[in-house]
């Protein structure tokens, strides 16, 4: 019987043939534990389960990217008894504040790759995905017992194909394509399964995270591109990994991404998606680029690019948080940073930064922000009277220039993103 | 008798505990004060042990904070009912050994006074009596362990396997 990605991930991790449907113990190649579940994981590992120690030190990734650095005496203190729990236990994959979000990093660092089982401490792990692993988010209690066992339970979830044909026009982004998908198949569409995404050999490895990060936007467990184009071409893909023809999909979902135009995501769920032409005039208060779904090197120079030798509007606060400090390192290096402060930006430490509105900019009762994140919940980014649109890096640009929510396309002469138009034909799909 | 707190649909964890008030900033001890802090402010003062939610679908949707649904413990919640529930929130909260069950209750008024019986799965409301779905058998097991961690202490493996 063939299988979808998903199916042939948990096969190999539970040694075993499993279908959707099936409940299984699998064997897991990779924990991730970030600072804000830390504190709940370790308590709970040691005091409630009773272990000594962790399973394996060398599987387990520990990131300080939520509040990076701490806000408060109190997160200082508590991120410095995770340091010393990493020390004990011998974790060597350790990223301090500053190195970045943790998705965004273990894809960097190489300890994502395809095939893989991997569990955070954080919904947004379905981001593993972009590399063709299958990512998945627990709470502090799922995440101790596979700290605890290198274990997890998991239903084999039911796999939504996303089918994509065409290419993306300029200003167009994979951003607008995850919005595009929100809003087709609303925030619960994926509950209990996974979304493979057909058709983006072409896409960066970049804006295939953009894709897998939104996927839990839609319920996904996982979600999952397979493993082939440009982009995944120096990483080893086990031989057992490809696409199938005749696995079984509940849904295909057909983007027309020749067709596709900027999307916004209006407060205050993720799914409240409208072209952003039908967006109307929506004064901002705030552009906010980064996160791990847009704030990689290309999405700091793809604003770069439309806000060279222009200013953000007065009145607007422009603030950047690279996803990574490669991603920062990238861009100080190719001049994209001077580029954004010559426009009026600032610049925040590489991490989470206000996306869960904990510091570093939280926006305050009646603000109005042009989020490239991921969440538009209402509080998500500090007060609840604060309004949240999503929208593109390039849309953050056009809109800091405009001072109210705009199409890049109009503002400037945009070009594609480089990684969509100079990519070589494609290895195989 | 349980009092009824109806919600709406796609209810997030950023509403049920909005990441401000995160143990991780606040403290693990105040965490049963903040559950609908800012979406409805009177529950955590109002809502006795033994309380049900009643939502609409995809319950939990967003962040994989267990805090959301271990803030709902702290203040004895005795069941959550929607149509449907967010995955990360539904595997957190059997965890926990909260009650979940699938089922559309959103006809009940806000503040119905209601008997559940939970190992039944009926809930009875005036002169009515209300089947809910069954869980599985497993899902039955974690939560009369009262929930994961007593549950594998005790079989010293995950649910599931036995079904096998
Ligand atoms: S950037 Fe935002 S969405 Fe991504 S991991 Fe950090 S807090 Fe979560």
Redesign the pocket.
């Known amino acids: 019987m063939p299988q979808t990605l998903s199916e042939q991930i948990l096969s190999n991790a539970a040694g075993r043939h499993v279908r959707a449907g099936d409940i299984v113990t699998a064997r897991i190649d990779l924990a991730m534990v970030h600072d804000s579940i830390a504190p709940s994981v370790i308590r709970i590992l040691h005091e409630e389960l009773g272990a000594e120690h962790v399973w394996n030190a060398g599987r387990i990734a520990v990131a300080i990217?939520?509040v990076a650095p701490a806000a408060t005496t109190q997160t200082a203190e508590s991120q410095n008894r995770l340091r010393a729990w990493v020390r004990k236990e011998g974790i060597q994959h350790f990223f301090d504040a500053g190195r970045g979000?943790?998705?965004q990093v273990l894809i960097e660092e190489g300890l994502a790759q395809p095939g893989m089982l991997v569990v955070g401490s954080?919904?947004?792990s379905t981001a593993y995905g972009a590399v063709g692993a299958f990512g998945t988010g627990m709470g502090a209690t799922d995440i101790a017992l596979a700290l605890a066992t290198g274990q997890t339970w998991l239903r084999v979830p039911e796999t939504i194909r996303v089918q994509a044909r065409g290419r993306l026009r300029a200003g167009v982004t994979a951003k607008d394509v995850a919005l595009r998908i929100a809003r087709d198949l609303r925030a619960d569409g994926a509950t209990y399964q996974t979304i493979e995404y057909h058709g983006f050999d072409r896409f960066s490895l970049g804006e295939r995270t953009t894709l897998t990060?939104m996927a839990i936007e839609v319920g996904g467990k996982a979600g999952v591109v397979p493993p082939t184009g440009l982009a995944l071409a120096d990483r080893s893909v086990p031989n057992w990994l490809r696409v199938e023809p005749g696995a079984t999909y509940s849904r295909t979902l057909e983007i027309d991404l020749d067709e596709l135009t900027p999307q916004i995501a209006e407060p205050n769920h993720v799914d409240n998606v409208v072209d952003l032409r039908d967006v109307g005039r929506v004064n901002v208060d705030v552009v906010y680029l980064?996160?791990?779904?847009n704030?990689r090197h290309e999405d700091l120079a793809a604003a770069a690019r439309i806000l060279q030798g222009r200013r953000i509007a007065p009145g607007v606060r422009m603030m950047v948080v690279p996803?990574s400090s490669e991603a920062l390192q990238l861009a100080v290096a190719d001049g994209t940073i001077s580029t954004l402060l010559a426009a009026g930006a600032t610049l925040g430490t590489p991490?989470?930064?206000a996306?869960?509105g904990r510091h570093m900019g939280v926006l305050a009762p009646g603000d109005v922000a042009l989020f490239t994140?991921?969440?538009n919940f209402r509080g998500r980014m500090g007060h609840p009277d604060a309004q949240i649109y999503l929208g593109s890096p390039e849309v953050a640009a056009a809109t800091a220039i405009a001072g109210y929510i705009a199409d890049p396309r109009e503002v400037v002469a945009v070009e594609p993103r480089a990684e969509s138009s100079t990519v070589i034909p494609l290895m195989s799909s | 008798m349980a009092r009824v707190w109806r919600f709406g649909e796609d209810v997030n964890t950023d509403q049920i505990v909005p990441g401000r008030f995160a143990p991780y900033v606040t403290s693990e001890a105040e965490l049963r004060k903040y559950p609908f802090i800012e979406a409805r402010p009177e529950f955590a003062s109002s809502v006795v042990p033994g309380d049900i939610i009643v939502a609409g679908r995809n319950f939990g949707c967003g962040s994989s904070r267990e805090y959301a649904p271990q803030a709902l413990k702290l203040v004895g919640i005795g069941a959550i009912i929607a149509p449907s529930f967010a995955r990360i929130f539904f595997r957190n909260g059997l965890n926990l050994g909260i009650p979940l069950f699938e089922a559309d209750l959103q006809w009940l008024p806000d503040g119905a006074e209601v008997e559940l019986n939970p190992e039944q799965a009926v809930l009875r409301f005036e002169d009515r009596s209300v089947q809910l779905p069954h869980p599985p058998a497993w899902m039955q097991a974690v939560w009369s362990a009262g929930g994961i961690v007593p549950y594998f202490r005790e079989h010293g493996r995950f649910p599931g396997e036995a079904a096998q």
């Open positions: 990217d939520h979000i943790a998705h954080d919904s947004h990060t980064g996160t791990c779904t704030g996803a991490g989470c930064g996306c869960i994140g991921n969440r």
